[in-house]
């Protein structure tokens, strides 16, 4: 019997994740782009590649418990089979103990060869068919262990969350960050509203409604992002996380004045800010890298935003003197707060990247101040919620003067943790990590 085509390309996919350290999303896009896969097959083929990422520790432990050999030193792709049966086993319920079983030794077969395939059936006849019959460590006496092993994070992150917010909300943090994310749209009020947004994915048959208190957000109830609709392709709405819609809001863009966007590819707080600056909107996109900035110019002109111009220049030495009313610093970051969505991050970040980025992201703030005239705004966010990347990197800049953090708009009061602070968990809404701060620059 042929091997099955999805679960073959999700090695591949996964392939390039853990040997080549390939983007998740990059790779299973390339995958996707090169195989005919339908619509089922695509939400499979989707499933099976971040689940196998999102609970890689986990499938490792149930392995180790029943494989002979160190894993260490089964060949790469026949330890990836290992690893998306176990998954199979524990997660995808639509898939019988027996289905995952022979599946996987076809792709042991065609993977490695008749020796790797009897080792592969060997060992997952073995294999754990419930959460229930894989042993954990003790979540009394090696809590850090328990966590760690049970939600697939790495030790040092284990420990990060236990000190920066306690026991109780580090198992909530660790248990979102293997759910999967909601797929939420922005509307593009310039053309629609939200409630007509539902209405016509309705009438294509998306379900979706509103799950956060975001002007704009659309939240699907299953599924890919509808973008062959109609409504899609006529620039109704763009794909984006709710939290990510927050930083737009608190800089409150303005008609006629001059805003910039200090790193702004892929162009979803830029199209945002030109958005709700309306017709007059005056928004500089800028980002180093020139053909990611193409992609910020075709969201503009998909979205029929004309007031976005694109300028090609490092944010740390801007191409450009002062004088914008408002800046916004979406600055590079862990991504932490997206775990739910970028699962690989787990395992590409390491604890020392944190002083590394909180390094470049005070660049860009300082530099964020010198191009904002007196009496303008600057808005600093970043995708997660470490205190190195978020509250320490603010008090750092605001201790050599000449900003002041302010309030934003009432409606984000819900999330605010300080003066001019935000922040969003996805341990506790249906939102990305996210964390903001408002700053006024006085003379």
Known sequence: MPVDPVRDAAIDVLLRVFERGVYLDVSLDKTLRRKSVGDRGRRFLTNLVYGTVRHRRLADHALRAICHQPLEKLPLPILTVLRMAVYQSLFASQVTHP??????????????????????????????????????????????????????????????????????????????????????????????????????????????SKATAVPEEVTLAEGLPPTRTKWFQEGHFMVQDAASMLPAHLLEPRAGESVLDLCAAPGGKATHLAQLAGDAARIVAMDRGRYRLDRVLENAERLGLRGVHAVCGDGATPPFWGGFGRVLVDAPCSGLGTLRRHPDLKWR???????????????????????????????????????????????????????????????????????????????????????LTRLRKVS
């Open 99 to 208: 289905a995952m079983v022979h599946t996987s030794v076809d792709l042991a077969k065609r993977r490695g060869h008749a020796g790797t395939a009897r080792l592969v059936n060997a060992v997952l006849r073995r294999a754990p068919r419930s959460l229930e019959d894989v042993k954990l460590p003790s979540r009394e006496t090696d809590f850090a262990g328990y966590l760690g092993v049970r939600y697939s994070l790495p030790e040092w992150l284990v420990a990060l969350w236990r000190a920066e917010h306690g026991d109780a909300a580090a198992e909530a943090l660790a248990a979102a960050s293997c759910e999967q994310a909601p797929t939420s749209l922005r509307a593009n009020t310039l053309k629609t509203t939200a409630d007509d947004l539902i209405a016509s994915l309705a009438a294509s048959g998306v379900v979706a």
């Open 349 to 435: 970040i390491q604890e020392n990247d944190l002083s590394e980025l909180a390094s470049i992201q005070g660049v860009l703030l300082r530099s964020a101040r010198e191009l904002c005239q007196n009496g303008g705004l600057i808005v600093y966010s970043v995708c997660t919620f470490t205190r190195r990347e978020t509250r320490d990197v603010v008090a750092d800049v605001l201790r050599e003067g000449g900003l002041e953090a302010e309030d934003g708009p009432e409606f984000l009061d819900r999330w605010k943790i300080a003066r001019g602070q935000y922040q969003t968990l996805p341990s506790s809404e249906a939102l990305d990590g996210f964390f």
